[in-house]
């Protein structure tokens, strides 16, 4: 018994003294700023206090720019020219193409004055699914950061009903 209580004091003892260099280390590394842990930035989204950007290693706020990497050139109001398909028969559900000029990343298609979820597909093209549940003519744009693009209009028209046979 004797040497296990020996043992044991002694992998106590082992464990303050590793416990008191990683201390020392932990203090003499204390005026470092490392950039933040997974933990940190959680924090900083649960209690809402955006961290500070500063660029000598400290805490970085993820939404900001970075200003080591150039800015994309800034676009012009979005252009369309024109649509496909431009009618329908009602009700249906179906993906709008739009094709023009100046589509970034964040433009949306308007449809009936409702931003759809939008595929931007290039600069040139951008889809989205539009559902229309009666005939009507609604007005489609396309919205970007800079302003909107003008306006055109698409139509879904009525099922013809079909005549009954006698």
Known sequence: MDRIEEAARQQLADDRELRRLMLEAALAASDVQPTPTQLENDMAVVIR??????????PIDPSSPDPTEPSPPELPPPTLASFTPTTAVAPATLTLTATGANFGPDCKIVFNGSECATTVVSSSEATC??????????????????????????????????????
């Not at 206090?49 to 400290?58: V, W």
Request: aromatic letters at 8%; hydrophobic letters at 30%; charged letters at 25%.
């Open 49 to 58: 206090i955006p961290l500070e950007k500063t660029y000598d290693g400290s």
């Open 129 to 166: 699914s539009v559902t229309g549940d009666v005939a009507a003519t609604y007005d489609v744009l396309v919205r970007g950061l800079k302003g909107d693009s003008t306006t055109q209009q698409f139509t879904f028209t009525a099922v013809q009903p079909e005549e009954t046979k006698r």
